[in-house]
């Protein structure tokens, strides 16, 4: 019973979410209306690792906490991208993720977005030139919204994840 | 009705016959059908004729064999049903056989498997036609010979020996003890005729009828496949081609049955209490375990074996739970377990026959039973994997097909039972009523595994993959066990009230049984529950209409699209990534370790420089059902042990063996010599 | 003619209930981790939005893989016709009992785990493998909890238990009934996959059962399962609210009393919904082998509620 006290004396800790730095939110291109209106109030979201050094992703993780809480904007995450609407892409694309990375993208039905995070997925990073990197991922699939940040804080990839769907 | 049972017995000798002299081996394959097929109609018609017309068939061929009364035939009720389900099932199984037989062309007389088939069909029609003992024993001691033979038809295939020596030795130890009952009952009578047996047993002391009925439970029971009596029928049953094993387990396995009713409920009479019981406790094991060993095989065939041995459980608790309900007098509910047990029989023919032909079409398609080495075979072989389903959703108790409803109505029959006063009844029909859905459930997990393994995603080995679809007659013949499972189920109704004038006036059940149910729906007597197999039926078809037109016209996306399966990204599928049988019962393995007390081999060769790196690792897990390895394995090492002593008396010395006549004929002479004194 | 309409509404009334219910217990668990949560009507956008997505399907599927879907939406829609949600007795009481209720259910569960091997992933066959387990370990508890409360009430009738239980209320606290809800809650959380047999919202595919056999799916397909799920969560609560705390069901069928019916509907469905989302935020999910040791307790219960109905008829 000592988990129910806690949970009632911390109350609500979902902090609403601020408008943030324009330019680390870069939409490629209008959002189309049919993803506007499907996505609006639901979506799901498939994460891939293509390579990162895991800095994104413990940023992703925050996202379902309780303080930036992805949930009450109507995103949740799934575990088959059979399941998802949109992809959220992490890493400098490896030469061993490339093929699957692929494989996710044709494995999602559409309509679908993808949303690239952190540096690496835009031009590699700090990765840049390495033996093993294929390429950063729009050149394996096409993406909608690339967020910058090495690595991003999880409010900025929300914020990413939103405007991709034609939300704020 | 005389004329379609003379046509009856020429259409399986026309068969038989016409197989021996054929000319080749093709002619041979479908004049014995033919042939078949001609008698198991007939058969049919005889049964269903006696239904209509309710007037008993009486041949007696006194003079045929002038031992112990004769030939006489008989037809009752009880005899006419069990008659129709030879029929039933002996019709498309022969035209299945027209076809799968082509496979032995060459290798094995087909003239000597066609001509068995229509003596088995022969003498296993003519077994409820028996009006006494010898038409009775003879029959039976034909029908086991002439299966034995047919088991024994795939030589090449290591197992069949050995499942023909196990086959033989049980039937004829069931035999012997079958011959003890009808000897201990037949001990009062004038003529062993059955109407003088019946007289003759009011007569007999309470100790010889449980004796008599004892022996019947031990004979008939290794018959139908009970526990601890069923160790031939996983061994034979794979053994012998496939519609061979559809007969055998759809209908040769309810003859045991047909013994047990005979016997116990009509020549008896019904008796005290504990007989209910040690069936029901009886049918409860066979039921568990038979479910149990069918989940954890392998083989496709062997899997079917077992859940033949839970059916019966199945039919057993129904008939056990209708003899103590008929000792505790209360008659409705004995009459609804009893209807209920024969329904389940009837079903179990219908859907396991279905079942088994479908393995065929596997075995005919790849040549090999072994689920591992199986799958995808829904591209090639879609009418077989259709039937296959259906058979499956049957045996699963799935509604709207038979299985469901035979199902329901033997819960609905244990009901009574455990709300009942009596001493002990009301924990037993609660344990019953636990183990029946217990099996239920497990039932549907192995169809799932047989089914889904079998069939579904990617083929496992080449021979799966180049499966290609049954001929004609093989897709008719498991067509119309396939009608037969959902006409089975909707016709439910008529059925019932067709079994309560088949119980009636046998052992005091009501000459007139209360409808158990009118127009579409079954009801159980006191209004206890209600159901309507058709009206759920169309329910079920109706709303999956509607879903599907709501979806497609409700202006929902349309877009379908191929891909790969889902992999998490891996660059290619093969059939190794994919569950296996093993692999799919594996939960329940070890849920039900203690039962099934798994042995666990593990072989490790280390590589002779280092022990840190190994060469090759071998593990081997195997499941002795331990019936066999506590009852029957250390009673075989016995006899065998017993066998090479008694080899000393064999010494090959001429001189030896005269010594043994000298003492021989000395002791005879000092008995006459005694005797006469 | 009443009683048909009654028949059409309730079955509506469970298919549109049904996400709601799922919505309502995400919105618990979420205000029970301290975050806003998404709002109680989530699901139906979900369900909304998965209509309109295209559907992929793997290339090693065969019909078995489309027909699922609708074999599985069309038995739990079956049984809701079965079920006494708003009123008793039914005009298709006569058609069905509990035992066909649970019948159908497991009809849906073999269809779907025949569909989970279709694909020939491994995730799809351990799914399935797990499911048949599960599913067939708690086939017992149900059908012995059947016949508790069938054994007070002198038939495995729905609609004759819940009079019963109308007309002689002190049966609702007998030890027969009470144990009979143990152990068909238990029951509740396995069938429907819910902590700690299952957890519907779990990303690891080695620990899914229900969620591991529907990976494959997509679109409308997924919809229909999503949504079949949905009303087999509803089913089992009217029948844990309307056969053990029968009060508020309508017996006569007049519009005073379908308004009652549907208010109390909405309130056990509510507090059973309440009950499993603190069950959820409480107790981890149970290690796969453990779970048969949790069905044995139900099992065990519904053998002491049968004896004790038993004893105490």
Redesign the interface.
């Known amino acids: 019973m000592r988990l129910f006290s806690k949970i009632l004396q911390v109350g609500l800790a979902t902090e609403p979410l601020l408008a943030g730095d324009e330019d680390v939110v870069r939409l490629l291109h209008d959002v189309d209306a049919r993803a506007r209106r499907l996505f609006g109030r639901a979506l799901a979201i498939r994460e891939v690792d293509a390579g990162s050094c895991n800095g994104c992703e413990l940023e992703i993780s925050g996202l379902t906490s309780p303080v930036y809480d992805s949930e009450r904007f109507g995103v949740h995450f799934v575990a088959s991208p059979r399941h998802a609407d949109m992809l959220l892409v992490t890493g400098p694309v490896t030469r061993n993720m490339a093929v699957p990375l692929l494989k996710t993208y044709e494995a999602t039905p559409a309509p679908k977005l993808v949303v690239a995070i952190g540096d690496c997925a835009r031009s590699c990073g700090v990765f840049k030139g390495s033996y093993a990197v294929a390429g950063s991922v729009d050149q394996i699939i096409p993406v909608d919204v690339f967020v910058d940040g090495c690595p991003p804080e999880p409010a900025d990839i929300l914020r990413g994840i939103l405007a991709a769907v034609g939300r704020r | 009705m005389t004329l379609l049972f003379l046509l009856m017995l020429a259409g399986y000798a026309f068969g038989a016959v016409a197989a021996v002299l054929s000319p080749t081996d093709g002619v041979a394959r479908r004049v014995s059908a033919l042939g078949a097929v001609v008698g198991g109609g007939a058969g049919l018609g005889v049964a269903l004729a006696f239904f209509a017309l309710q007037v008993p068939l009486v041949v007696e061929v006194p003079a045929l064999l002038s031992v112990a009364d004769g030939l006489a035939f008989r037809l009752d009720a009880l005899g006419a049903f069990f008659l129709a389900l030879v029929g039933l099932v002996a019709v498309p199984c022969s035209l299945y056989g027209a076809g799968y037989s082509e496979a032995y062309d060459g290798r094995y007389s087909l003239r000597f498997l066609g001509a068995m088939l229509n003596l088995f069909l022969l003498t296993m029609s003519l077994v409820p036609c028996a009006g006494n003992v010898l038409t009775f024993l003879l029959m039976w001691e034909g029908m086991s010979l002439t299966s034995y033979f047919l088991v024994m038809t795939d030589t090449d295939e290591p197992d069949t020996i050995q499942a023909g020596a196990w086959y033989l030795a049980m039937t004829h130890g069931g035999l012997a003890l079958v011959l003890a009952a009808f000897l201990l009952l037949a001990g009062g009578a004038a003529t062993t005729a059955f109407a003088d047996l019946r007289t003759a047993a009011a007569t007999l002391s309470p100790a010889t009828r449980n004796a008599v009925f004892l022996l019947a439970v031990l004979g008939f029971g290794s018959k139908a496949g009970l526990i601890p009596l069923h160790v031939w029928l996983p061994r034979a049953h794979p053994a012998a081609p496939s519609h061979v094993s559809a007969l055998m387990s759809g209908v040769m396995i309810k003859l045991g049955v047909y013994g047990l009713l005979r016997v116990g409920l009509d020549l008896l009479g019904g008796g005290p209490a504990w007989w209910g019981a040690l069936l029901i406790v009886l049918g409860a094991v066979s039921a568990v375990l038979g479910v149990l060993y069918a989940l954890m095989e392998n083989d496709l065939k062997r899997l079917l074996a077992y859940s033949s041995v839970e059916n019966i459980g199945l039919v057993f608790i129904g008939v056990g739970a209708g003899f103590l309900f008929l000792s505790l007098g209360a008659i409705p509910a004995a009459t609804l377990a009893l209807s209920a047990g024969l329904y389940h029989a009837l079903n179990h023919a219908a859907f396991k026959g279905l079942l088994f032909l479908g393995a065929g079409s596997v075995l005919h398609a790849t040549h090999t039973r072994d689920m591992n080495r199986l799958?995808?075979l829904?591209?090639g072989m879609p009418w077989s994997a259709l039937f296959f389903?259906i058979g499956s959703?049957a045996i699963?108790?799935?509604?709207p097909l038979n299985g469901?409803v035979s199902?329901?109505l033997l819960?609905?029959s244990l009901?009574p039972g455990?709300?009942s006063s009596a001493t002990l009844v009301?924990?037993l029909m609660?344990l019953a009523?636990?183990?029946?859905?217990?099996t239920?459930?497990?039932a549907?997990?192995g169809f799932?595994?047989a089914?889904?393994?079998t069939f579904?995603?990617?083929p496992r080995s080449s021979a799966a993959e180049h499966a290609h679809e049954s001929p004609r007659s093989m897709r008719v013949g498991m067509g119309i066990l396939a009608v037969a499972c959902l006409g089975l189920g909707l016709a439910a109704v008529p059925i019932m009230s067709a079994l309560g004038t088949v119980l009636a006036g046998h052992a005091g059940l009501p000459a007139a049984a209360p409808p158990l149910g009118g127009g579409l729906?079954l009801t159980t007597p006191?209004?206890?529950?209600?159901?309507?197999p058709t009206?759920?039926a169309l329910?079920?078809v109706v709303?999956?209409a509607?879903?599907?037109l709501g979806?497609r016209f409700?202006g929902?996306?349309r877009?379908?699209?191929?891909?790969?399966?889902?992999?998490?990204?891996?660059?290619a599928?093969t059939?190794r990534?994919?569950?296996t049988s093993t692999?799919?019962?594996?939960?329940?393995r070890?849920?039900f370790a203690e039962l099934y007390r798994p042995t666990k081999d593990l072989s490790i060769d280390f590589h002779p420089d280092s022990r840190y790196f190994v060469q090759s690792i071998e593990y081997r897990s195997e499941i002795v059902p331990w019936v066999e390895r506590y009852l029957y394995a250390p009673v075989i090492e016995r006899v065998e042990r017993w066998a090479v002593r008694a080899r000393a008396i064999q010494s090959g010395s001429a001189h030896a063996y005269l010594t043994y006549l000298v003492i021989a004929l000395l002791g005879l002479l000092t008995i006459l010599l005694v005797r006469g004194a | 003619m009443v009683g048909y309409a009654l028949e059409a509404t309730q079955a509506a009334l469970a298919l549109g209930l049904a996400p709601g219910v799922v919505g309502l217990i995400r919105w618990m668990k979420a205000r029970l981790q301290n975050r806003r949560g998404a709002p109680v009507w989530q699901p139906y956008w979900e369900l909304a939005k998965l209509f309109q997505k295209e559907v992929v399907v793997s290339n090693n599927a065969s019909w078995l893989f489309h027909a699922a879907p609708f074999v599985v939406f069309a038995s739990v829609v079956t049984a809701t016709f079965l079920v006494p949600v708003l009123a008793v007795p039914l005009p298709f009481d006569g058609i069905g009992d509990l035992l066909v209720v649970v019948y159908l259910l497991l009809l849906g569960t073999f269809f779907l785990s025949l569909a989970g091997l279709d694909p020939g992933s491994p995730f799809g066959g351990m799914g399935a493998s797990r499911e048949m387990t599960v599913a067939a370990l708690a086939e017992p508890t149900v059908a012995l909890a059947i016949f508790a409360l069938a054994l007070g009430a002198g038939s495995t009738n729905l609609g004759q238990i819940v009079a019963r239980t109308m007309t002689q209320p002190g049966s609702a606290l007998s030890p027969g009934h009470l144990l009979a809800f143990g152990a068909l809650f238990i029951v509740t959380l396995a069938e429907t996959g819910r902590l700690p047999v299952d957890n519907p919202a779990t990303h690891l595919e080695l620990t899914m059962i229900h969620e591991a056999m529907v990976l494959e799916y997509s679109g409308r397909y997924l919809a229909l399962i999503e949504w079949a799920a949905a009303i087999k969560l509803l089913i089992f609560f009217s029948l844990l609210g309307n056969l053990f705390i029968p009060w508020g069901v309508s017996m006569a069928l007049t519009p005073a009393t379908l308004a009652i019916a549907a208010v109390s509907l909405l309130v056990k469905v509510v507090v059973l919904a309440a009950a499993v989302a603190v069950l959820e935020t409480r107790i981890a999910k149970l290690r796969l082998f453990r779970v048969p040791e949790l069905l044995s307790v139900s099992f065990v219960l519904a053998l002491l509620a049968v004896t004790s109905s038993f004893l105490l008829r």
């Open positions: 799958g995808g829904i591209r389903l959703l699963a108790g799935l509604p469901f199902e329901w819960f609905q009901l455990i709300g009301a924990p609660t009523v636990g183990i029946l859905a217990l239920g459930g497990l549907a997990a799932v595994k089914f889904g393994i579904l995603a990617i729906s006191g209004t206890f529950a209600r159901m309507s009206l759920v329910g079920l709303v999956t509607g879903v599907w979806v409700s929902a996306a877009g379908l699209r191929v891909g790969d399966t889902w992999g998490c990204g891996r660059i599928q059939a990534m994919e569950y692999a799919f019962a594996e939960p329940l070890r849920v």
